[in-house]
Nanobody, 119 residues
Framework: QVQLVESGGGLVQAGGSLRLSCVVS????????MGWYRQAPGKQRELVAT???????NYVDSVKGRFTITRDNAKNTVYLQMNSLKPEDTAVYYC?????????????WGQGTQVTVSS
Protein backbone atom coordinates (compact mmCIF):
# COMPACT_ATOMS: atom_id res chain seq x y z
CA GLN A 1 0.00 0.00 0.00
CA VAL A 2 1.47 3.31 -1.10
CA GLN A 3 1.21 6.23 1.32
CA LEU A 4 2.43 9.80 1.04
CA VAL A 5 1.90 11.95 4.13
CA GLU A 6 2.61 15.67 3.94
CA SER A 7 3.18 17.99 6.88
CA GLY A 8 4.57 21.41 7.63
CA GLY A 9 1.94 23.66 6.15
CA GLY A 10 0.46 26.59 8.02
CA LEU A 11 -0.09 30.32 8.14
CA VAL A 12 2.89 32.60 7.63
CA GLN A 13 3.41 36.27 6.90
CA ALA A 14 4.78 37.41 3.57
CA GLY A 15 8.56 37.14 3.57
CA GLY A 16 8.51 34.20 5.94
CA SER A 17 9.55 30.60 5.50
CA LEU A 18 8.06 27.13 5.80
CA ARG A 19 9.43 23.65 5.24
CA LEU A 20 7.10 20.99 3.93
CA SER A 21 7.83 17.31 4.46
CA CYS A 22 6.42 14.25 2.73
CA VAL A 23 7.04 10.80 4.17
CA VAL A 24 6.59 8.01 1.64
CA SER A 25 5.99 4.32 2.17
CA UNK A 26 5.16 1.35 -0.03
CA UNK A 27 7.45 2.20 -2.97
CA UNK A 28 11.12 2.06 -3.87
CA UNK A 29 11.60 5.63 -2.75
CA UNK A 30 15.26 5.95 -3.76
CA UNK A 31 14.48 5.49 -7.46
CA UNK A 32 11.24 7.47 -7.59
CA UNK A 33 10.94 10.91 -9.11
CA MET A 34 9.48 13.11 -6.40
CA GLY A 35 7.53 16.27 -6.92
CA TRP A 36 5.63 19.03 -5.19
CA TYR A 37 2.52 20.49 -6.77
CA ARG A 38 0.10 23.14 -5.58
CA GLN A 39 -3.47 24.15 -6.23
CA ALA A 40 -4.87 27.54 -5.36
CA PRO A 41 -8.64 28.14 -5.10
CA GLY A 42 -10.21 28.32 -8.53
CA LYS A 43 -6.99 27.36 -10.29
CA GLN A 44 -5.57 24.21 -11.80
CA ARG A 45 -2.99 22.16 -9.98
CA GLU A 46 0.50 23.25 -11.04
CA LEU A 47 3.94 21.74 -10.78
CA VAL A 48 6.17 23.50 -8.25
CA ALA A 49 9.32 21.39 -8.21
CA THR A 50 10.64 17.95 -9.08
CA UNK A 51 13.65 15.95 -7.97
CA UNK A 52 14.94 12.86 -9.73
CA UNK A 53 16.72 9.93 -8.14
CA UNK A 54 19.94 11.30 -9.56
CA UNK A 55 19.48 14.69 -7.96
CA UNK A 56 18.24 16.62 -10.96
CA UNK A 57 15.82 19.41 -10.08
CA ASN A 58 13.25 21.45 -11.92
CA TYR A 59 11.26 24.45 -10.64
CA VAL A 60 8.41 26.54 -11.92
CA ASP A 61 9.73 30.00 -12.76
CA SER A 62 7.69 31.72 -10.04
CA VAL A 63 9.55 29.89 -7.23
CA LYS A 64 13.08 29.77 -8.62
CA GLY A 65 15.56 31.16 -6.13
CA ARG A 66 13.03 30.93 -3.29
CA PHE A 67 12.08 27.24 -3.01
CA THR A 68 14.39 24.22 -2.72
CA ILE A 69 13.40 20.57 -3.08
CA THR A 70 15.54 17.93 -1.38
CA ARG A 71 15.23 14.30 -0.40
CA ASP A 72 16.54 11.99 2.32
CA ASN A 73 16.48 8.46 0.97
CA ALA A 74 17.34 7.02 4.40
CA LYS A 75 14.11 8.53 5.75
CA ASN A 76 11.97 8.06 2.62
CA THR A 77 11.21 11.76 2.84
CA VAL A 78 11.13 14.64 0.40
CA TYR A 79 11.19 18.25 1.55
CA LEU A 80 10.25 21.61 0.10
CA GLN A 81 11.99 24.55 1.74
CA MET A 82 10.04 27.70 0.96
CA ASN A 83 11.63 31.07 1.64
CA SER A 84 10.55 34.63 0.89
CA LEU A 85 6.97 33.50 0.71
CA LYS A 86 4.44 35.64 -1.12
CA PRO A 87 0.64 35.80 -0.85
CA GLU A 88 0.43 34.24 -4.31
CA ASP A 89 2.12 31.11 -2.91
CA THR A 90 -1.08 30.42 -0.96
CA ALA A 91 -2.38 27.01 -2.02
CA VAL A 92 -2.78 23.40 -1.02
CA TYR A 93 0.57 21.71 -1.61
CA TYR A 94 0.66 18.09 -2.72
CA CYS A 95 3.50 15.61 -2.75
CA UNK A 96 3.72 13.20 -5.69
CA UNK A 97 5.79 10.09 -6.33
CA UNK A 98 6.40 8.91 -9.88
CA UNK A 99 7.59 5.35 -10.32
CA UNK A 100 9.14 5.29 -13.78
CA UNK A 101 10.00 1.58 -13.65
CA UNK A 102 6.39 0.89 -14.62
CA UNK A 103 4.87 1.41 -18.07
CA UNK A 104 3.03 3.69 -17.97
CA UNK A 105 4.67 5.33 -14.96
CA UNK A 106 2.70 5.09 -11.75
CA UNK A 107 1.86 8.30 -9.92
CA UNK A 108 0.74 8.44 -6.30
CA TRP A 109 -0.36 11.53 -4.37
CA GLY A 110 -0.49 12.72 -0.82
CA GLN A 111 -3.53 14.28 0.77
CA GLY A 112 -2.17 17.82 0.65
CA THR A 113 -1.18 20.43 3.20
CA GLN A 114 -2.48 24.00 3.29
CA VAL A 115 -0.06 26.90 3.00
CA THR A 116 -1.46 30.37 3.60
CA VAL A 117 0.68 33.48 3.21
CA SER A 118 -0.75 36.69 4.60
CA SER A 119 0.19 40.12 3.26
Amino acid sequence: QVQLVESGGGLVQAGGSLRLSCVVSGIRFSIAVMGWYRQAPGKQRELVATLTSGGGTNYVDSVKGRFTITRDNAKNTVYLQMNSLKPEDTAVYYCAAVQTQFSPPRVDWGQGTQVTVSS
